[in-house]
């Protein structure tokens, strides 16, 4: 598989200060150039895929701003202008004053072969929704997506392009985009009533979109869906489980609701009183997390995969990657790293008692190991560790750490993030516990344990800290028994408190 790159280079280094420009002319490889940052009073930097490297020992001034602004379009309301014909972008940051004293000039690329990977996905019509940490490629992967269904496939394509990003700037689209036509958004707050004119008004097969970001553009998705349209896009989130906790954009899965069962049914289920239930249809059929320009984890199924992970099962991704000219796939579970590793699950009975932090919070693995009631403790020294864990990010540094930890055959758990609901659904794995391990569940019990305790006593009840989206949950929950809740504290402390129908004529 060959990829063809075009990126205009030169265009963007003319609307440079030639002081800036010329160290970048000058440099060889700019394959992984990504960036110039002009800051006013600070050397100019330019960002590379894994280094950052001064211009000039020359700092920044306003007439260097200057000399940019006046060679590129005007800026929007999302402060970001782009360069005629070309895929560039450049975003400004502006003092209290609405002065630009910064620019970030983002290189933009057309990248014709990256849909190799997800092509049959691309082919069969489902609905497509990219995910991935800024950088990493979906706005590439989507413009190329366009192309290919316009040209290749003969579908009327319909990009809605907001910053121009999918498109470039100017009212002549880049030829990247082929035969796709291009609506352009006169400001971000109009995304999605430009996504329902798209549909209404040029009867399209397939609708690209870039950044659906608020309800109003999740609520406009589903409209498109549910009209037979092809949806691919992308949204904000690295993975399909932030997209879960995310409560502005998880209509895009089916949204998710806290359902209370009756005493029978519960026990009928063998789980508690108060579960998590996917609300609707999933907007998108198929999401893609983009891991790095060159491998991809595909949820071929989102509607299944969200049932399963709500009722604290795991269903196999499908991880797929280039290697040598040739894309390669395999099974892996989710939340534990794709590539080689040297954990694998002991026999019943055999699990680690002593576990080994590293990169990772030591008093959230601590609390982590409180709440699952499993039999390990935490420890600092390799000598007494029966198992490593560690972060995806640390693992792929390869430190000393981890390589005198693989010599002498200490086993490796790597989680993606240092997150507690990783840590508990990565002792859930070692430990072979079967039921819901994650921080959702386990605060609607407790949500469910203080609402006994309020009946009992009438006595308010504080619960643990959470984050806004479990907080909701955890109103809604309780409002279902009438009684009163509060939020009270300061994030990352803030918690819900919950107070009998009394309290309330007392306050």
Same mark, same amino acid.
């Given at each position: 598989?060959?990829?063809?790159? &075009?990126?205009?280079?030169?265009?963007?280094?003319?609307?440079?200060?030639?002081?800036?420009?010329?160290? =970048?002319?000058?440099?060889?490889?700019?394959?992984?150039? *990504?960036?110039?940052?002009?800051? =006013?009073?600070?050397?100019?930097?330019?960002?590379?895929?894994?280094?950052?490297?001064?211009?000039?020992?020359?700092?920044?001034?306003?007439?260097?701003?200057?000399?940019?602004?006046?060679?590129?379009?005007?800026?929007?309301?999302?402060?970001?202008?782009?360069?005629?014909?070309?895929?560039?972008?450049?975003? !400004?940051?502006?003092?209290?004053?609405?002065?630009?004293?910064?620019?970030?000039?983002?290189?933009?690329?057309?990248?014709? +072969?990256? $849909?190799?990977?997800? /092509?049959?996905?691309?082919?069969?019509?489902?609905?497509?929704? *990219?995910?991935?940490?800024?950088?990493?490629?979906? &706005? &590439?992967?989507?413009?190329?997506?366009?192309?290919?269904? !316009?040209?290749?496939?003969?579908?009327?394509? $319909?990009?809605?392009?907001?910053?121009?990003?999918?498109?470039?700037?100017?009212?002549?689209?880049?030829?990247?985009?082929?035969?796709?036509?291009?609506?352009?958004?006169?400001?971000? !707050?109009?995304?999605?009533?430009?996504?329902?004119?798209?549909?209404?008004?040029?009867?399209?097969?397939?609708?690209?979109?870039? %950044?659906?970001? @608020?309800?109003?553009?999740?609520?406009?998705?589903?409209?498109?869906?549910?009209?037979?349209?092809?949806?691919?896009?992308?949204?904000?989130?690295?993975?399909?489980?932030?997209?879960?906790?995310?409560?502005?954009?998880?209509?895009?899965?089916?949204?998710?609701? @806290?359902? &209370?069962?009756?005493? %029978? %049914?519960?026990?009928?289920?063998?789980?508690?009183?108060?579960?998590?239930?996917?609300?609707?249809?999933?907007?998108?059929?198929?999401?893609?997390?983009?891991?790095?320009? +060159?491998?991809?984890?595909?949820?071929?199924?989102?509607? !299944?995969?969200?049932?399963?992970?709500?009722?604290?099962?795991? $269903?196999?991704?499908?991880?797929?990657?280039?290697?040598?000219?040739?894309?390669?796939? %395999?099974?892996?579970?989710?939340?534990? @790293?794709?590539?080689?590793?040297?954990? /694998?699950?002991?026999?019943?009975?055999?699990?680690?008692?002593?576990?080994?932090?590293?990169?990772?919070?030591?008093?959230r693995l601590e609390e982590s190991i409180q709440r699952m009631k499993v039999p390990a403790k935490v420890v600092n020294d390799l000598d007494k560790a029966d198992l490593l864990m560690t972060s995806k990010s640390h693992y792929r540094r390869k430190s000393q750490v981890l390589e005198e930890a693989e010599g002498r055959g200490t086993p490796i758990y790597v989680i993606r993030s240092d997150k507690a609901s990783q840590m508990e659904q990565g002792l859930a794995i070692i430990y072979r516990i079967e039921e819901r391990s994650d921080s959702v569940a386990l605060a609607l019990m407790e949500t469910e344990e203080a609402i006994e305790e309020i009946r009992r006593s009438g006595e308010p009840v504080e619960l643990s800290p959470q984050n806004a989206f479990v907080r909701r949950l955890q109103h809604q929950l309780a409002e279902k028994y009438n009684l009163i809740t509060r939020s009270t504290g300061k994030a990352p402390r803030r918690?819900?408190?919950?107070?009998?129908?009394?309290?309330?004529?007392?306050?």
């Open positions: 598989m060959q990829q063809v790159i &075009t990126d205009d280079l030169d265009a963007l280094l003319d609307v440079l200060p030639p002081h800036i420009a010329e160290p =970048l002319s000058r440099s060889g490889d700019r394959s992984e150039f *990504l960036e110039v940052v002009m800051d =006013l009073g600070r050397p100019p930097e330019a960002r590379y895929l894994n280094q950052e490297s001064l211009l000039s020992p020359k700092e920044v001034t306003a007439e260097d701003i200057d000399y940019v602004v006046r060679q590129i379009s005007t800026f929007g309301d999302d402060n970001r202008a782009g360069i005629e014909r070309t895929l560039h972008r450049i975003s !400004a940051i502006r003092n209290r004053k609405g002065r630009i004293v910064g620019l970030s000039c983002r290189v933009g690329r057309a990248v014709f +072969g990256t $849909i190799a990977m997800i /092509r049959d996905l691309v082919e069969s019509g489902q609905s497509i929704l *990219l995910l991935g940490r800024p950088g990493v490629g979906k &706005t &590439t992967m989507l413009r190329e997506v366009a192309r290919v269904l !316009a040209d290749e496939f003969g579908k009327r394509v $319909i990009i809605v392009d907001t910053s121009n990003e999918i498109g470039g700037d100017g009212d002549i689209p880049h030829p990247a985009i082929g035969r796709a036509r291009r609506m352009q958004v006169s400001t971000p !707050a109009r995304q999605h009533a430009v996504m329902i004119e798209a549909v209404e008004n040029h009867m399209p097969e397939v609708i690209v979109i870039d %950044e659906i970001g @608020t309800e109003l553009e999740a609520q406009a998705a589903r409209t498109i869906a549910e009209r037979g349209v092809q949806l691919v896009g992308t949204a904000h989130g690295n993975s399909l489980d932030n997209l879960m906790m995310n409560p502005t954009l998880s209509d895009l899965i089916g949204g998710i609701q @806290t359902v &209370t069962l009756g005493d %029978e %049914e519960a026990r009928r289920r063998g789980t508690q009183k108060s579960i998590l239930e996917r609300k609707a249809p999933a907007t998108f059929d198929v999401v893609v997390e983009i891991q790095s320009w +060159g491998r991809v984890a595909i949820h071929p199924d989102v509607a !299944a995969v969200v049932d399963a992970t709500l009722r604290g099962h795991l $269903i196999p991704l499908e991880v797929r990657w280039f290697e040598d000219g040739e894309v390669k796939s %395999e099974k892996a579970l989710p939340y534990v @790293t794709p590539e080689p590793e040297s954990y /694998r699950k002991p026999a019943r009975g055999e699990e680690p008692k002593n576990i080994m932090p590293y990169g990772i919070n030591r008093v918690r819900v408190r919950i107070f009998a129908g009394s309290e309330k004529a007392r306050r």
